[in-house]
T-cell receptor
Framework: AQSVAQPEDQVNVAEGNPLTVKCTYS??????LFWYVQYPNRGLQFLLK??????LVKGSYGFEAEFNKSQTSFHLKKPSALVSDSALYFC?????????????FGKGTRLSVIA | DAGVIQSPRHEVTEMGQEVTLRCKPI?????LFWYRQTMMRGLELLIY????????DSGMPEDRFSAKMPNASFSTLKIQPSEPRDSAVYFC?????????????FGPGTRLTVL
């Protein structure tokens, strides 16, 4: 079975500081990993994904994520947070061997960037 | 590309009434997903289709819920009769399995309120 854990319901960071939103996963094979962001009253918006290759993946709006196979983690990072980054962030996973099946989403982490 | 289109954006109805939510996936996408989002339960997968065929409807709460995809460009989610506990935001997402790993793209959602 596939699963994703986002251990923090809420992350607070000051504007200009680096931010990290944590995600750990469990799959039986190789993972495909995704990050989505949801702004208030909007749908989920794709940020970035890891398929294979370089463990550091760069995405939209200056976000990046680092795949760590030994720690089964895929943490989302940004060097300098903006107030406009305040939103709900979802990590998602799918097993490479599961074929064309839906992504499994975490419960989400609410990021609040304080000016 | 217009993205995933959902209608209506907001729906307010009374308990017992029939509700129909509509979704137009991104052109060329062959997978379609219906999700429900609530504060209590987070993001839940209700049903998904591949090539217009329902693959897994185990997330549909009960027989009051039904979904159809008569063609590649249109899907409906129907609730009959509706109940107050059905109040939620319903998202439709689509993806394409051609050309590699499928990224799901979400619509803006339909906010349903059942009084």
């Amino acid at each position: 079975a596939q699963s994703v854990a986002q251990p923090e319901d809420q992350v607070n960071v000051a504007e200009g500081n680096p931010l990290t939103v944590k995600c750990t996963y469990s799959v039986s094979g190789n993972p495909y990993l995704f990050w989505y962001v949801q702004y208030p009253n909007r749908g989920l918006q794709f940020l970035l994904k890891y398929i294979t290759g370089d463990n550091l993946v760069k995405g939209s709006y200056g976000f990046e994520a680092e795949f760590n196979k030994s720690q089964t983690s895929f943490h989302l990072k940004k060097p300098s947070a903006l107030v406009s980054d305040s939103a709900l962030y979802f990590c998602a996973v799918r097993d490479y061997y599961s074929g064309n099946t839906p992504l499994v989403f975490g419960k989400g982490t609410r990021l609040s960037v304080i000016a | 590309d217009a993205g995933v289109i959902q209608s209506p954006r907001h729906e307010v109805t009374e308990m017992g009434q029939e509700v129909t939510l509509r979704c137009k996936p991104i052109s060329g996408h062959n997978s379609l997903f219906w999700y429900r989002q609530t504060m209590m339960r987070g993001l839940e997968l209700l049903i998904y289709f591949n090539n217009n065929v329902p693959i897994d409807d185990s997330g549909m709460p009960e027989d009051r819920f039904s979904a159809k995809m008569p063609n590649a460009s249109f899907s409906t989610l129907k609730i009959q009769p509706s109940e107050p506990r059905d109040s939620a935001v319903y998202f439709c997402a689509s993806s394409s399995t051609s050309g590699g790993v499928d990224t799901q793209y979400f619509g803006p959602g339909t906010r349903l309120t059942v009084l």
